[in-house]
């Protein structure tokens, strides 16, 4: 049903996501919160929050391509060595000014809940095995000052909603 549910137009706004969410039938629980804008800064926030807390990064190959990863907060991932394992160049952070163009958020607020402002799916999207393992997973609602939960099978959800194939990743070892 949910292929049926069109999100909303870019730019989308944080209540125009959580109600295409209501529409998905996606469960989520928002808590707002002081601007974050590092997994540090969260630590006291995500100790009353149930669920894996992720962190996520807006990334460029040498030859534009545009890649979001959304991982556990805990996970290592050696921006050096994973271009191998995606099948593209060397990656680096995204400029501020891409970001917004391709996402719609600014730095701090990167969450893989954009991608409802990216319809034309320029930017390649992985999820983090350890992050999907958790019942719950949070993330930005596009604004670092709120903390949005969703169970892992709702996020798969939201991803296939916006027209994706869901690209889960073990980033251990």
Known sequence: MSDLIS??????????????????????????????????????LKA???????????LKDKKGALLLISAHQDTQIALNQIHKRLGCGRLSF???ELLQEALGVT???????????DPEKRVRFILD??????DIVN??????????????????????????????MDFTG
């Open 7 to 44: 999100p909303p137009a870019p730019p989308v706004e944080r209540a125009a996501l959580l109600a295409w969410f209501d529409l998905l039938g996606v469960e989520h629980q928002t808590v707002d919160h002081p601007p974050i804008f590092t997994v540090a800064e969260g630590e006291a």
């Open 48 to 58: 009353d929050l149930p669920g894996g807390h992720s962190k996520n990064l807006f």
């Open 94 to 96: 995204g400029k501020a």
């Open 107 to 117: 730095p701090g607020s990167v969450t893989a809940f954009a991608l409802v402002n």
């Open 129 to 134: 095995a350890a992050l999907m393992a958790h």
């Open 139 to 168: 993330f930005h609602p596009l604004k670092n000052d709120a903390t949005t939960g969703v169970r892992s099978r709702d996020m798969l959800r939201i991803v296939e909603a916006l027209g994706r194939e869901p690209e889960i």
